[in-house]
């Protein structure tokens, strides 16, 4: 069991907090040997996935302690970039509440979840080059993909923190809460999902996930399989005789 990364398990989604508010949450091995054992449960068990950062911050980035032992080889490792990757493909649906800072990989972590809340506190961005160092875990495609190329130039290439109205404005975040309404909405978002049926849900979230040239092959064998499911054929069958006996 990590310290760092606190895990709770809900009816209807896992919760997992950053935990190591006196460094702001900076993600450091520990944390992502955390992370990697919680994708290996949810890969086994999917459920939605709801991340939150302890203390008002959601991860101000990669541990810079660590960064600056690190040599090519653990580079080319790509210890963290796997790490977010594998969250991104979880099965199930990830929901980031991203309250206060999301910097650096902290972002790119935010950035690998399918919905993003944010909070008024919020500031995300990547000010990687300032350390001498590129944004390796995600940035320079997923967040290019999520608000565009000119706006991750900036955010990229100047160093440029979105603030909550803005990072709301471009998508970047869908809505801005409080930060116990944001968990609550990310909760009842969870709740949401919980009702839908879970292989349609992670049959959508592969087909979103796949290249562009996968489609639309991907998703006419996603719906071959769902089309011939007893669960398909019980929730329309249930959605017509309701309306027939009303
Ligand atoms: N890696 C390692 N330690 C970090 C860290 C990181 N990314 N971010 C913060 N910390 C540590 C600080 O070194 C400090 O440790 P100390 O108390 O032992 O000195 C502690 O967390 C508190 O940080 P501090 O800077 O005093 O907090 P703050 O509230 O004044 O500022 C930030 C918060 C996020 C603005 C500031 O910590 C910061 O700029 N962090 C680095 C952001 C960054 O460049 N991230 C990209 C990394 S890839």
Request: net charge negative; aromatic share 2%; with cysteine.
């Amino acid at each position: 069991m990590s310290q760092t990364l606190r895990v709770e398990t809900h009816d209807t989604h896992v919760r997992a907090t950053l935990d190591r508010p006196a460094k702001r949450n900076a993600i450091d091995r520990e944390l992502i040997d955390a992370l990697h054992a919680l994708c290996a449960e949810l890969e086994r068990d999917p459920r939605t996935l709801i991340l939150t950062g302890a203390g008002g911050t959601f991860a101000a980035g990669a541990d810079i302690a660590q960064l600056r032992e690190r040599r090519a080889a653990d580079a080319r490792e790509g210890i963290n970039t796997h790490c977010f990757a594998r969250v991104r493909a979880l099965p199930m649906p990830v929901i980031a509440v991203v309250d206060g800072y999301a910097l650096g990989g902290g972002a790119e972590l935010a950035y690998a979840a399918d919905i993003r809340i944010g909070t008024p506190r919020l500031r995300i961005g990547n000010p990687e080059t300032g350390l001498g160092i590129i944004a390796a875990a995600g940035a320079t495609w997923r967040l290019r993909e999520i608000v565009g190329e000119p706006l991750a130039a900036e955010i990229l290439l100047a160093g440029r923190v979105l603030e909550a109205d803005e990072a709301l404005a471009v998508g970047l975040v869908t809505r801005v809460l409080e930060p116990a309404q944001a968990v609550e909405e990310a909760e009842r978002i969870a709740a949401r999902i919980a009702a839908l049926d879970p292989a349609a849900t992670q049959a959508t979230k592969r087909a979103l996930l796949a290249p562009r040239d996968a489609h639309p092959a991907i998703d006419l064998e996603e719906q071959a399989v769902l089309f011939d499911s007893p669960e398909k054929e019980r929730r329309m069958t249930a959605f017509l005789e309701r309306r027939r006996t009303t």
